[in-house]
């Protein structure tokens, strides 16, 4: 079988600066530091920097931490974290990616925006995750957060609206809401529409999609945990019945290979190019048997 490896796949700029972040604080802490949640949202790279002295907690450990070194990951924290860690003597390491610490700012300027014209700061995303309760705690979480066209029932039409979006949701879910947002308010005119999702993740559907069209089966290499990684997939899944998520070679089976002639690798954002190179290798091996 031809086997590719999609070069445009694995760790966008945010993540790539996290785990140098990471690596460089390991060699300066003589290999002892503390990530603020998995580093990263996949198994393999977590256990691979695990091995090199990074340790995973919550904010629960926190109080445990005194005089260590702790790393806020690329998701970002709000600004209690910092308060908290510096209140409990705390060094941290900041790897935030820039592109949500610009967010960061702006949910904080659109909260200001709204509080002088009586308006409502609303942020498309994923209720819980690590990016937007980073977002939402940058103004103590007066932000309503929609999932979905039926989350926009719990905003007040007559209202000014200030509408954004966690940096990894699809473009054509926040246009889409964003259209009926307008439609639905009172004065169109007061509703601003704040495109801010990163085109680095968010231009790789549409890669991707050609990429899965190309092949006869396509692997998808990421971590269960990765959010970015199910939307992906579904992505690959839609243009290729043929798609098969793994998080590692093990998990591989000879029979989605039956009768293909080519294969491509491919992954999400949190997923490593050293690890699906590996996939690659052990597809190889599986080929020759």
Known sequence: MKIVIDSDSGFCFGVVRAIEEAEAALQRCGGEVYSLGDIVHNRVEVQRLEQLGL????????????????????HGEPPSTYVEAERLGISTVDATCPVVARLQRRVKAAYEKMCRTGGQVVLLGKR????????????DDRVTVVES??????????????FLSQTTQSIEL????????????????????????CRQVANRESHLERFARSVDVVVFVCGRKSSNGRVLF??????????????????????????????GICGATSTPGWLMQRV????????RL
Not at 237 to 258: C, H, K, Q, V
Not at 280 to 287: M, S, V
């Open 280 to 287: 690659k290798e052990d597809l190889q091996r599986l080929d």
């Open 174 to 197: 926040f246009n889409r809401l964003g259209e009926q947002i307008r439609s639905r308010a009172d004065d169109p005119q007061a509703v601003t529409i704040d495109d801010t999702i």
């Open 128 to 139: 819980g995750h690590a990016e937007v309760v980073g977002l939402t705690g940058q103004v």
């Open 55 to 74: 340790h995973s907690v919550s904010h629960d450990d926190m109080p445990h931490l005194c005089g260590k070194t702790l790393l806020i990951r690329a």
């Open 149 to 162: 066209a039926g989350d926009l029932d719990a905003l007040d039409f007559t209202r000014p609206i200030y």
């Open 234 to 263: 579904e992505v690959c899944r839609t243009a290729n019945p043929r798609s098969y998520n793994i998080e590692e070679g093990a998990e591989l089976r000879s029979e989605w290979f039956d009768s293909a002639e080519s294969v």
